[in-house]
């Protein structure tokens, strides 16, 4: 099923003529509201009338988070105040949040966005939506709500928390979808099963999951201990929210992201450069029919790659594979280039371990030195010491064969690492930033 089967199927040619005049639309009046890009273009010497073509964008400056952090609160907003209906804000790891704001006509745009990726996951009228995303300034909570609304199921507004309430909901309303974050989601299952309940006796049927890198065995570990279909859903708070792009339930490989919304572009975040098609770097994003907050060539900081083959599913729309992770997460332990969700996929590979799991790096002088925490069940934990030994040489041995990174092991009884209800803290830093 799609939602918006007009613009979801329109040929490479009609997407990238309207992006082109989106763009050329947007360029203009960032160029006459928002001082900052007045300021980036005549830096950059160039002017909106100079990009005729989408291969022109490579010449426009790029919009990093501290230009949201240095024109904090409203300073790169396109419109005056009072069109602003609704405002969310992200809370970044230091200082102020980022702040954004969102017209009438956006509200719109991103319902719509969200009632298509919904109708993508399999989700339609008469399912009874789960919405387990924070409500509040956070924009995962309401911007699922509004779609779901869209779509004409019906939505429970749980937020997140007070887990015991979610899983008796979850229960007795028959709830169909659940919208949370990947790590949330394994800990309802976890917390239904010592109360000895199993989801997988429920109506569940689908998970939309998101707000966190997460990998493929995640997915499948997901997938087993609900019985349900995972979905993978991306967004980020600056370009619009939730639902910037979507995996299909058909496929299931690949986010398709909202083309005729968004220009994504690859670059190599060292050198800045565009990279070709299919190649793995940033993700950078441009929005091309946003009123509250354009951003032009949006620097993510996620890592991804494009995937420039059509999808069976019928849609147009350009797919983006699954987030490795952030470039800022990214650690760099003697030299290795390590994403947290590699070491993750390497763990839910190997049977007594449990999917929780936390990273701690120190500085040990100039060397990076990598400690990865993970619970084993029960099972595993009340064997010999031999079996435990064993079983931390084998995570050892596998991470080091399979990233090249000789890192510590230690072993941790169960529920002994903290749940998150929303986004999980899998790198614990304990370098002193200098
Ligand atoms: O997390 C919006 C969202 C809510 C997306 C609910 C999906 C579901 P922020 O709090 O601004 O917004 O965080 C955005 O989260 O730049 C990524 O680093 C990360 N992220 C979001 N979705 C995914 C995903 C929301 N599917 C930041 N896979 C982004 C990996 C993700 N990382």
Redesign the pocket.
């Known amino acids: 099923m799609i939602w918006n089967d007009e613009f979801e199927t329109l040929p490479r040619e009609a997407i990238q003529s309207l992006q082109l005049k989106r763009l050329q639309q947007t360029l203009q009046r960032v160029n006459a509201t928002v001082p900052l890009y007045k300021r980036k273009f005549n830096e950059a010497k160039v002017t909106p009338e100079q990009i005729r073509s989408l291969e022109d964008m490579q010449r426009l400056p790029f919009t990093l988070k501290q230009d949201m952090r240095d024109t904090y609160p409203y300073g790169m907003f396109a419109v005056p105040l009072e069109q602003i209906v609704r405002i969310h804000a992200?809370s970044g790891t230091t200082g102020k949040p980022?702040v954004v704001g969102y017209t009438r006509r956006d509200i719109e745009t991103w319902t719509e966005l969200m009632a298509r990726s919904f109708v993508a996951a399999g989700a339609h009228k008469g399912d009874v939506i789960h919405n387990a995303?924070g409500y509040g300034l956070?924009?995962?909570g309401l911007?699922?709500h509004y779609g779901a609304e869209k779509i004409g199921a019906s939505v429970i507004p749980m937020s997140g928390g007070n887990t015991k309430k979610q899983i008796m909901i979850m229960q007795d309303f028959g709830s169909s979808v659940l919208?949370c974050?990947p790590s949330y989601c394994l800990f309802l299952a976890e917390a239904a099963r010592e109360e000895g309940l199993d989801i997988r006796d429920f109506k569940l049927r689908v998970g939309?999951?998101?707000?966190?890198?997460?990998s493929e065995q995640m997915r499948n570990e997901i997938e087993e201990n609900l019985g349900i279909k995972a979905i993978?859903?991306?967004?980020?708070?600056?370009i619009l929210?939730?639902?910037?792009g979507i995996e299909c339930i058909e496929a299931q490989t690949g986010?398709h992201i909202w083309e005729d919304h968004f220009i994504p572009e690859i670059i190599n975040p060292e050198t800045g450069e565009v990279l070709p098609p299919g190649e793995r770097g940033e993700l950078v994003i441009t929005t091309i029919t946003k009123e509250g907050i354009p951003l032009i060539r949006y620097r993510?900081?996620?890592i991804t790659r494009l995937i420039p083959e059509p999808c069976i599913c019928g849609r147009t729309h350009v797919r983006l594979e699954?987030?490795s992770?952030?470039s800022d997460?990214m650690l760099i332990i003697r030299g290795v280039n390590v994403f947290p969700s590699q070491i993750e996929s390497v763990l839910f590979n190997i049977e007594g371990v449990e999917p929780h799991y936390q990273l701690i790096v120190e500085r040990d002088g100039n060397l990076d030195t990598l400690e990865v925490q993970v619970e084993v069940n029960e099972k595993t934990f009340s064997d010999e010491i031999k079996v435990l030994q064993d079983l931390g040489n084998r995570i050892r041995k596998d991470i080091k064969d399979l990233l090249g990174v000789t890192c510590k092991v230690r072993l941790v009884e169960p529920r002994s690492i903290a749940r998150s209800e929303g986004?999980a803290k899998r790198v614990i830093d304990n370098r002193q930033s200098d």
């Open positions: 992200s980022t995303y956070f924009t995962g911007g699922a919208t974050t939309i999951h998101g707000a966190e890198p997460w993978d859903i991306y967004g980020l708070s600056e929210g939730p639902g910037v986010l993510t900081r996620d699954r987030m992770g952030r997460d986004k």
